[in-house]
């Protein structure tokens, strides 16, 4: 089975500090996502990946960046959090036909 | 613009009662439509992937199906631990990504 591991399950941050999540797979998939979820507004891409340094910009990328230097691994980036950026981020990989493999999430609070 | 919807928001069941879960779509272009299960805390988990209209797929008590513009999950004498929030996802023809729906809020009251 494909794993997606997220470093933090919670983190508790101030408004302004930079903040990195990261997120390893150990299924050498070329395709990884950056998602956020908040209450009533469902799943939102924030960034994704076709390869090593590879990025596109997903729905909503303002306030974000990422880094993809090696194949299995995909950073989250917040330049200056804000507390609206307070919600729970889920990362994930891809294949046609099982779409995607998320990790167990990291719920960020900015303070 | 593509778009999924799912409904209701949230559902309440007995024990045992069946009911269903609707998500709707509009998107130009199906590759996939996805369903998912996520618990309190933790990141969405695959179901079930469906292609074409008239596509079933069953596992345990879930079965999804699938037309033209809507898919459903008929949850058939539900249990406690099917709680959880129910996801929908389609997949476009373009790009890499997938459009979520909103998600169903299940709850099964014992």
């Known amino acids: 089975d494909v794993k997606v591991t997220q470093s933090s399950r919670y983190l508790v941050k101030r408004t302004g500090e930079k903040v990195f999540l990261e997120c390893v797979q150990d299924?050498?998939?070329?395709?990884m996502f950056w998602y956020r979820q908040d209450p009533g507004l469902g799943l939102r891409l924030i960034y994704f990946s076709y390869d090593v340094k590879m990025k596109e910009k997903g729905d909503i990328p303002e306030g974000y960046s990422v880094s993809r230097e090696k194949k299995e691994r995909f950073s989250l980036i917040l330049e200056s959090a804000s507390t609206n950026q307070t919600s729970m981020y889920l990362c994930a990989t891809a294949t046609p036909n099982y779409g995607y493999t998320f990790g167990s999430g990291t719920r960020l609070t900015v303070v | 613009e593509d778009q999924v919807t799912q409904s209701p928001e949230a559902l309440r069941l007995q024990e045992g009662e069946s009911s269903s879960l609707n998500c709707s779509y509009t998107?130009?272009?199906?590759?996939?439509l996805f369903w998912y299960r996520q618990d309190p805390g933790k990141g969405p988990e695959f179901l079930f992937t469906?292609?074409?209209a008239g596509e079933e797929k069953e596992k345990e008590r879930l079965k999804a199906t699938l037309t033209k513009k809507e898919s459903f999950l008929h949850i058939t004498a539900p249990k406690p631990e099917d709680s959880a929030t129910y996801l929908c996802?389609?997949?476009?023809?373009?790009?890499?990504?997938?459009?979520f729906g909103p998600g169903t809020r299940l709850s099964v009251l014992p």
């Open positions: 996802a389609v997949r476009r023809n373009y790009g890499q990504n997938f459009v």
């Open positions: 998107v130009s272009g199906l590759r996939g």
């Open positions: 469906l292609y074409s």
């Open positions: 299924m050498d998939h070329e395709n």
